[in-house]
């Protein structure tokens, strides 16, 4: 099981960027996905997450309005687009997977999740 995040780098306040998680070794459509970040000194944070149908997401107060998740089955890959990114979003970003039976849970807890890339850097400066 792997999972392979990208996408990140230096990005202006108010800018874009889209992050990717490649997913392999399991059956993308039978796991819950979920983004997380880690600023410097802080613990690790729910930003996102989407069931394993894709038919439901969640997103933490901090990004909602800004940030979107998705997912392409056939790609095996979950996207996470940042927009009116603010220097308050910097953080390394991680994603998650989960195996799950049932398709419609969206997991918010990190101890939810059974497998983590290592992350990308995303920096929010001027």
């Known amino acids: 099981v792997q999972l392979v995040e990208s996408g990140g780098g230096l990005v202006e306040p108010g800018g874009s960027l889209r992050l990717s998680c490649a997913a392999s070794g399991f059956t993308f459509s039978n796991h819950a996905m979920g983004w997380f970040r880690q600023a410097p000194g802080k613990e690790r944070e729910f930003v996102s997450g989407?069931?394993?149908?894709?038919?439901?997401?969640s997103y933490a107060d901090s990004v909602k309005g800004r940030f979107t998740i998705s997912g392409d089955n056939a790609k095996n890959t979950v996207y996470l687009q940042m927009n009116s990114l603010k220097a308050e979003d910097t953080a390394v970003y991680y994603c998650?997977?989960?195996?799950?039976?049932?398709?419609?849970?969206?997991?918010?807890?990190?101890?939810?999740?059974?497998?983590w890339g290592q992350g990308t850097q995303v920096t929010v400066s001027s």
């Open positions: 998650a997977a989960r195996e799950e039976s049932i398709s419609i849970y969206v997991y918010t807890n990190r101890g939810a999740y059974d497998y």
């Open positions: 989407r069931s394993a149908s894709g038919g439901r997401t």
